[in-house]
């Protein structure tokens, strides 16, 4: 089974992450996802961690894990820290495929995101 | 002349300004945009500042703008710090309409966004 692992920074402020993990519950339930499970982790701050994350894909059956980071732009956190947890996290777990999506921010599709939001403003 | 302002949080890593800053270009090239103006302005950090950023809106013409949060999360920046700099700005400028968007994290369209990057990994 595949897994997503939505990834996010964590915040002391509940509401923040619990916007994340609200998101990660509107993926799940969405009939265009190819994925078969779907877990929340956070980098910092906030709990599950990156390697709880993917323990609980594992546990649920997962044999491939994609981790998506929700993070805007290409600092430390996208660029070495997820990177360097996740090489850890995969010495853990020899037998399932674990791989690092573009961060959210990278995709050529957030201008037309931006556009859908401000076009809605516009009077 | 209405006018988009794009409002980032701003970092010492100058990359990361200049994906915001080349995210604004994209916006500003797209034929779809209800904005005769974009800019790109900064909370904290770098620069321009949210309140450069409308003078610099104001400069070319603007009769209306539009500050669009490029945030994920309601933190105190969205919630508090944001509105608190524009309501100053205004009463700088009180012939010019100014509004905030909501930001970007607020959209219900960032599922979607999401699993169009993850579809696209899966194999």
């Known amino acids: 089974m595949n897994a ?13 992450n619990d ?3 609200e998101l990660a519950n509107q ?9 078969d499970i779907v877990h929340t982790a956070f980098l910092d701050v906030a709990k599950p961690s990156i390697p709880e994350g993917i323990v609980a894909c594992i546990k649920e059956g997962a044999s491939s894990i ?4 929700y993070f805007l732009n290409s600092g430390r956190h996208v660029v070495s820290d997820i990177p360097d947890i996740v090489k ?5 777990h ?7 999506a573009p961060h959210l921010g990278d995709s050529d599709l957030m201008a037309g995101l ?3 939001i401000v076009n809605s403003m516009h009077c």
Do not use: C, M, W
Not at 4 to 16: F, I, M, T, Y
Not at 88 to 92: L, S
Not at 94 to 100: A, H, L, Y
């Open 4 to 16: 997503l692992l939505l990834v996010a920074h964590g915040s002391r402020h509940q509401q923040s």
């Open 19 to 21: 916007e994340v993990f």
């Open 27 to 35: 993926l799940k339930r969405d009939d265009s996802i190819n994925y």
């Open 66 to 69: 994609t981790l998506i980071p």
């Open 88 to 92: 850890e996290a995969a010495k853990q």
């Open 94 to 100: 020899p037998d399932v495929s674990i791989k690092i």
């Open 114 to 116: 931006l556009i859908e």
